[in-house]
């Protein structure tokens, strides 16, 4: 059974930073390409960043590129994890942020998706 189980969001000022975290329970997720995508209220879902299965490539929507960081934690004998630290917040950064697993990289589709957690950015 596929877990993705997103933390970190909260709530913070223009210009803050605040750093996502995906816990993945599910074999062989570390074989495969992760990313992050986000929702806002009344807006599509949207591509955010995305990293390989080995961590050495990065893609990253021009919205974000400069500002986000994604990183992932393989090691064996460890949590699974993906994460997404964001700094220089903007107003526009207000959304759901959702972890996705086994997809095709960078931008999708993906297989699996966490709950989403919600991060809210004011001006």
């Known amino acids: 059974q596929v877990q993705l189980e997103e933390s970190g969001g909260g709530s913070v000022q223009a210009g803050g930073s605040l750093s996502l975290s995906c816990v993945a329970s599910?074999?062989?997720?570390?074989?495969?390409?992760m990313a992050w995508f986000r929702q806002a209220p009344g807006k599509d879902r949207e591509f955010v960043a995305a990293i390989s299965w080995s961590g050495t490539s990065t893609y990253y929507a021009d919205s974000v590129k400069g500002r986000f960081t994604i990183s992932r934690e393989n090691a064996e004998n460890t949590k699974k994890t993906l994460y997404l630290q964001m700094n220089s917040l903007k107003a526009d950064d207000t959304a759901l942020y959702y972890c996705?697993?086994?997809?095709?990289?960078?931008?999708?589709?993906?297989?699996?998706w966490g709950q989403g957690t919600q991060v809210t950015v004011s001006s």
């Open positions: 996705a697993a086994f997809g095709t990289y960078p931008t999708g589709p993906y297989d699996y």
């Open positions: 599910t074999p062989f997720v570390e074989t495969y390409a």
